[in-house]
């Protein structure tokens, strides 16, 4: 979902070509994170960017998503955690990225 593809001239550097790739392969979400997912699919746009590029969620929005899904405390406590974990990994990938 967040981890950039390389274009035909960083392929073409290690003598591959897109079809070497082949597909992109689905990845298998256990159902106890599935709606975690789906949030973090949905806040693909609101992501908050500085001088050093992408810095974490804009959590005024993510909040406002939660309250609209009508979760129990312990639910929002978990999805927070998911939500908060899955940030963190997205910020590596795009880190990696970039440099």
Avoid: C
């Avoid at 597909?23 to 746009?45: F, G, I």
């Avoid at 500085?50 to 959590?59: C, K, P, Q, R």
């Amino acid at each position: 979902m967040y981890e950039r593809q390389p274009d035909a001239n960083q392929l073409e550097a290690f003598g591959l070509s897109a079809a070497d790739l082949g597909q992109q392969q689905d990845v298998e979400v256990w159902p106890d994170n599935w709606q975690a997912v789906q949030l973090l699919n949905r806040m693909s746009t609101q992501w908050r960017v500085g001088f050093g590029g992408v810095v974490g969620l804009d959590y005024n929005v993510l909040y406002r998503m939660i309250d609209r899904l009508e979760l129990s405390s312990k639910e929002i406590d978990q999805i927070e955690s998911d939500i908060q974990l899955m940030e963190n990994e997205v910020l590596a990938i795009l880190q990696h990225s970039i440099s």
